[in-house]
Every structure is written in C-alpha cells, then in structure tokens.
C-alpha cells in the first residue's frame, strides 16, 4: 500500500501562485504509478485537476486549469507537484493526490488517495 501526503497549500491572493507537493511513501514502486490531482469546493463535488504518466511524459489537464498548471512529478524523489498560477477565487478547494495503475485508472478510480491540502484563494 501506498501512502500519499500533500503539502504546499495555505492562503493566496488572487493572481499569485503556488506549488503543492505529493510524497509517497510505503510498498509500491513510486515510478510504476500514474498520478493525478483533484480538487473539492465547498459544497461542491471533487473534479480531477491534473493527471501525469508514469514517465511524467503525458500529462492532461481539466480546462479549468489548462494555462495556468503545471503538474509534474520526481520520481527518485517519489514526490509529484502541481504549479498553479493566476490563481482565481474558484480554485479555493481542498486539493487531493491520487494514484493508479494507468493515467485511465487515475482519471476514472484510483487506487490511493492523500488526505488533502486546503488552498484558499482571497479576492
């Protein structure tokens, strides 16, 4: 089993940026998992953000965010981030880490999850 901690997020005004973090830890080869992120609103349902390829060569991206994300990932460090520029009110959400077995697994079920990082994006 793998384990996924976030970290990075806090309190930014609107037009900043930050940079979010996702360690993995535990059983399981880091190398061998797609990765992605999500993201959860008050009262809103979690949307996938972001997701990267084992290799860190593909990577795709939800239109909310395309433009203004980076996700990328470090494998001998077994960590993935997520930059975020020109941030926008709406992007105030809990942030979250997942991994699968295929960047299709990621999008659609994945197998792990971190326990999430709040961003909060003031006007």
């Known amino acids: 089993q793998v384990q996924l901690v976030e970290s990075g997020g806090g309190l930014v005004q609107a037009g900043g940026s930050l940079r979010l973090s996702c360690a993995a830890s535990?059983?399981?080869?880091?190398?061998?998992?797609?990765m992605g992120w999500f993201r959860q609103a008050p009262g809103k349902e979690r949307e996938f953000v972001a997701e990267?390829?084992?290799?860190?060569?593909?990577?795709y991206y939800a239109d909310s965010v395309k433009g203004r994300g980076t996700i990328s990932r470090d494998n001998a460090k077994n960590t993935m981030y997520l930059e975020m520029n020109s941030l926008k009110p709406e992007d105030t959400a809990v942030y979250y880490c997942?991994?699968?077995?295929?960047?299709?697994?990621?999008?659609?079920?994945?197998?792990?999850w971190g326990q999430g990082t709040q961003v909060t994006v003031s006007s």
């Open positions: 535990g059983r399981g080869t880091f190398g061998t998992y797609a």
């Open positions: 997942a991994l699968g077995r295929s960047t299709f697994e990621v999008r659609t079920s994945p197998s792990n």
């Open positions: 990267i390829s084992t290799n860190g060569i593909i990577t």
